[in-house]
């Protein structure tokens, strides 16, 4: 069975750019989540899908990041206009059943707005 | 103050050494406890889960709840030089959805 896989793994982009990270859950599994960890930082919730629709996405720092599940298969999170801080390391997470069994991650995305 | 509160370290340890990791948290509504290894550059994978109060045992890996304390732990039995990565604490409130971390313990088993 394949993992939770994020692409792409590293971006580098200028400040003022956009960025858009794509996730692909482990297949069959309804809830998909978007967590960061910024430098010398927890890894922090930004929010939660269940299928396509956004079940809980009150860790968002702000408008200028929007996610999105197309059809409740993969996913999106695209910062627009990025800034400085929003550098760090993007970690995506799927599970079927919630927390009773836990949450697979991906691999992450390194991301270093300049 | 941090809802989960994780030693970072790191811990150093010999190779057999039982290791015993630990978190404190503040908030009594927490439910799902989970313990996460993470290695260099990857995701972290999940090790063990609990719900509410008590003891689960997974081969080298026992994992305890104490809620009364709002205290948990992870013993690692026989530690291994391939047992040197962050591990870190995770819990919720909800059927385990959003998830709150510690900040993660390095962790160095020395061959």
């Known amino acids: 069975e394949a993992g939770v896989t994020q692409f792409p793994s590293h971006s580098v982009i200028e400040k003022g750019q956009t960025v858009t990270l794509r996730c692909d859950p482990i297949s069959g599994h309804d809830n998909l989540y978007w967590y960061r960890r910024v430098m010398g930082k927890e890894i922090k919730f930004l929010l939660h899908f269940v299928k396509e629709s956004k079940q809980d996405e009150s860790g968002m720092p702000n408008n200028r990041f929007l996610a999105e599940r197309t059809g409740g298969t993969y996913s999106t999170l695209k910062v627009q206009p990025a800034e400085l801080e929003d550098s760090g390391v993007y970690f995506c997470a799927s599970s079927q059943s919630g927390g009773l069994r836990g949450q697979y991650f991906g691999p992450g995305t390194r991301l270093t707005v300049t | 103050q941090k809802e989960v509160e994780q030693d970072p370290g790191p811990l150093s340890v010999p190779e057999g050494a039982i290791v015993s990791l630990n978190c404190t948290y503040s908030?009594?509504?927490?439910?799902?406890f989970m313990w996460y290894r993470q290695y260099s550059r990857k995701g972290p994978e999940l090790l063990m889960y609990t719900y509410s109060s008590g003891n689960k045992e997974d081969g080298r890996f026992t994992a305890q709840v104490d809620k009364s304390s709002k205290y948990i732990s992870l013993f690692i039995r026989d530690s291994q030089p391939s047992d040197s990565a962050t591990y870190l604490c995770a819990m919720s409130d909800t059927g385990g959805f959003k998830t709150i971390f510690g900040a993660g313990t390095r962790l160095f088993v020395k061959a």
């Open positions: 908030n009594s509504a927490f439910q799902y």
